[in-house]
């Protein structure tokens, strides 16, 4: 059995698809707000908890081999990113798993001090690797499906919010094919106790994108581009009534003033080990906006 958190998120909607295809038996974690139909009609086992209960976490983990890891933290990165998975991998050692997959960010390691996230997902990625526990974690640059809602807009309007600095580079992963490597990591002997960045096959600087949606929908590209003083202003009048806001909005700030994109060797191993190529990012805009 897999227990597969985030199940209704971009990447664990998609993995837990790609599983039952292989009529794998899996338990999606849901909340009762989710929107979990689709998952049950491909015949996973749905679990309605929190992962913010430690007792949640605790029954769901029974009985499973396989723990994906593919939670966001919904405002509150102390209790999901961290504490959650926290409580998986023991849980999980508890429980004798056999692989624990656990899904990152590019750039955890790089100790950006205002950015919770990325301190919640160093920390769990060093519990994870001295668990004891068989592992991969995976660390992904941007998803595409991110830039889905962006690109609808787009099309009905031919704008494109870009904040912060067009040059800064990165390069944006199918998120497609991110739920094939996290499928395929608990079967690859190569991906087994590896921590892996993920990326896209091309390095992108992010004034590329309005150009790829240019020529996705035959439009010219009006580019907003709000420089990041904007930003850390708003950040800072948020600050006074709202402090943790405050804080979680570190997190939004440190990707948009960073570089996240992988090297060529980077994504020359990652096609090695997981054995296909890597879909560009224009090619996943348009097989889902059917353009
Ligand atoms: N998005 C990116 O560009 C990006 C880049 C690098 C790394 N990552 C990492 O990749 C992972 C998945 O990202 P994503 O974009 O696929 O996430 P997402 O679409 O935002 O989905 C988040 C998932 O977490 C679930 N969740 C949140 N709070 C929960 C709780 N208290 N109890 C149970 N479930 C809860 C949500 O359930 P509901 O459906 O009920 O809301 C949803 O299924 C995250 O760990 C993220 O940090 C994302």
Redesign the pocket.
């Known amino acids: 059995m897999f227990l597969v958190?985030?199940?209704?998120?971009?990447?664990?909607?998609r993995v837990v698809r790609l599983l039952r295809e292989q009529a794998m038996p899996v338990r999606a974690?849901?909340?009762l707000?989710?929107?979990?139909g689709e998952l049950e009609h491909r015949g996973a086992e749905i679990f309605i908890?929190?992962?913010?209960q430690e007792k949640?976490i605790q029954k769901a983990c029974q009985s499973v081999q396989y723990v994906i890891?593919?939670?966001?933290?919904?405002g509150?990165p102390l209790?999901?990113?961290y504490r959650?998975n926290i409580e998986l991998i023991d849980q999980a050692k508890a429980n004798g798993v056999q692989h624990f997959v656990f899904?990152?960010?590019?750039g955890a390691d790089r100790g950006y001090e205002d950015a919770p996230?990325f301190k919640a997902?160093r920390a769990v990625e060093g519990y994870l690797e001295s668990s004891g526990l068989n592992y991969t974690i995976l660390?992904?640059?941007?998803?595409a499906?991110?830039l889905l809602p962006l690109a609808e807009r787009f099309r009905e309007t031919g704008l494109y919010l870009l904040i912060g600095d067009p040059k800064n580079r990165t390069s944006?992963?199918s998120?497609d094919d991110l739920a094939k490597m996290v499928v395929d990591s608990v079967t690859i002997p190569a991906a087994c106790n590896q921590i892996l960045p993920v990326g896209g096959p091309e390095i992108l600087s992010r004034e590329d994108i309005p150009r790829i949606l240019g020529r996705i929908f035959n439009k010219e590209p009006l580019i907003i581009n709000p420089p990041m003083f904007v930003i850390d202003g708003l950040r800072n009048v948020l600050g006074f009534m709202n402090p943790q806001a405050q804080k979680n909005l570190g997190t939004f700030r440190t990707?948009l003033a960073n570089e996240?994109f992988c090297t060529k060797e980077e994504i020359a191993n990652l096609e090695a080990i997981f054995g296909f190529k890597l879909e560009p990012l224009e090619n996943f805009l348009r097989r889902y906006l059917a353009v």
């Open positions: 958190t985030g199940a209704t998120g971009g990447i664990g909607r974690f849901v909340r707000t989710s929107r979990y908890g929190d992962l913010q949640d890891s593919t939670h966001g933290s919904d509150n209790a999901l990113d959650a899904v990152s960010v590019l996230v997902k660390r992904p640059a941007g998803l499906s991110n944006i992963v998120t990707l996240f």
